[in-house]
């Protein structure tokens, strides 16, 4: 059934991101984001519960199915952190990737919620929603981090944090001038 095989993949999805949050809690160098994914990692554990009892409503025990999309976003997340290590655009960068996971996340629950919806299961319908709301408001507050806090650090180049180490040189959000580059 295409509904619980996507529900194992979201599953898969959710496992995983509780390995991988808390690399990003060591990345981050500004204290709100550290904060930020701590507290969605507990969130995390928390969907899947919800996505065990999902399952439950179905008569079936929680199954994981690989989810390439994750693999690969998390992937690019570990890429992205990688190449901007040491540098003031760290956290813009970390937001960035956890953002588009949280819209992947987003566009999942969402769409599983109206499956169980139209396959008549209230109850599990509740719980993908209930998730899918916490996605939402995730994605909120990365957004207004990005805005208050880190996008402007990275923009300016400097440091986010009084605690954070020297950035010196480095990456920062400023386009180089095409003269510059050519060089």
Known sequence: MLFLDELADMYDCEIRLTRALPKMVRKATHAELREAFKSHLDETDNHVSRLKEVFEFFGMNAKARKCEAIVGLIKEADEIASDNKGCPTINAA?????????????????????????????DAADLLRQTLEEEKAADKALTALAR????????????????????????????VPSRARAR
């Open 148 to 175: 208050l806090r880190c996008n402007e650090s990275a923009q300016d180049g400097a440091s986010e944090e009084e605690d954070a180490p020297r950035m010196g040189k480095g990456r920062s959000m400023r386009p």
């Open 94 to 122: 970390l937001i960035c990737a956890a953002q588009k996971v949280e819209h992947y996340e987003i566009a999942s629950y969402g769409c599983r919620a109206e499956w169980a919806d139209q396959l008549g299961n209230d």
